[in-house]
């Protein structure tokens, strides 16, 4: 098997509101849009993100698990500046996402900060100089 992620999905409780927040407020284009059941996203040049109503989710993968806390998964948009990232939680908090960590210099040497989704899904926002940026920036 080759190491390669085609799809991610979330399993998001109002797919309505998902919606909302991904293409009218954060200005994504759909690549799929079945109303009611999913909404894909191309997020890479052979990656999807897909936003799957959470019953149909949870009927065809099993039963979801709840409970206080975060979802233990980050979801990262690395861009190339630092005032990058505070423009891109500004336009997350202007689509309604909650802020959940304000952007700060991180001991990694870069600068991020996070927003939640609808759901909760936390995006982290990073400039990452170096050889990380090299990778996912191209």
Do not use: K, Q
């Amino acid at each position: 098997m080759e190491p390669r992620i085609s799809l991610i999905t979330l399993g998001v409780a109002d797919l309505a509101t998902t919606r909302r927040f991904y293409l009218d407020g954060l200005g994504w284009e759909p690549e799929v849009d079945v109303a009611d059941e999913v909404v894909m996203i191309r997020v890479g040049e052979r990656l999807l993100l897909s936003l799957w109503d959470l019953e149909a989710f949870a009927a065809e993968v099993g039963d979801v698990r709840r409970g206080p806390g975060v979802v233990p998964i980050t979801l990262a948009h690395n861009v190339a500046t630092a005032p990058e990232v505070d423009e891109v939680l500004a336009t997350a908090r202007r689509a309604g996402a909650d802020s959940v960590g304000a952007a700060a210099w991180r001991d990694w040497g870069g600068y991020s900060g996070y927003f939640a989704d609808p759901d909760g899904y936390r995006w982290e926002i990073a400039y990452n100089p170096g050889p990380i940026a090299d990778l996912v920036l191209g």
